[in-house]
């Protein structure tokens, strides 16, 4: 259990960018936090940690966006517009949230309620004011 205060976008972008450097391929990282929170910004910071140089931007209508990183895809899912996790199945994107054959960050994670594998990480953006964000985490370390 932790926190962490971003007083900036690009705060939030290096805090991310830190904890690529512990993925692995088959790691499951969650973001909550409401609209504007700066999940996608958390994202990009992650994205550039992988050596992503790609525009990273939200998949919200495509639901998952795929990136080539240094140490293989970045999965980038969106489940902002799915409502059961039997929709989240019906888009196929289970094996992203399960057991993905790369790295996987999942916007709107808490839309998906069924189980999430052996060191899956969350992490809670917070809107304190326009600027301040307060980045919740549930697990040890980080
Ligand atoms: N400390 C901060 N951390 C992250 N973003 C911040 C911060 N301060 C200001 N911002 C701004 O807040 C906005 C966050 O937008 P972002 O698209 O990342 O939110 P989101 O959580 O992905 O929203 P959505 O639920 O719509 O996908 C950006 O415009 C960003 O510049
Ligand atoms: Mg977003």
């Given at each position: 259990m932790g926190s962490y205060i971003s007083h900036s976008a690009a705060e939030t972008e290096a805090f991310a960018e830190a904890l690529?450097?512990?993925?692995?391929?088959?790691s499951v990282i969650g973001l909550a936090g409401?609209?504007?929170?700066g999940k996608t910004q958390f994202v990009k910071g992650l994205a550039r940690g992988l050596g992503i140089t790609e525009r990273v931007h939200s998949p919200?209508?495509?639901?998952l966006n795929s990136y080539e990183g240094v140490r293989g895809p970045l999965f980038h899912l969106d489940l902002y517009r799915l409502e059961t996790d039997q929709q989240v199945i019906d888009a196929g994107l289970e094996e992203y949230l399960h057991a993905p054959a790369g790295i996987s960050v999942i916007e709107w994670v808490d839309r998906w309620r069924g189980p999430m594998p052996q060191g899956y990480r969350r992490f809670e953006l917070e809107t304190m004011d326009e600027r301040t964000r307060r980045i919740i985490y549930d697990h040890p370390g980080d």
């Open positions: 690529a450097r512990s993925l692995v391929v088959g409401d609209l504007g929170a919200t209508f495509a639901l």
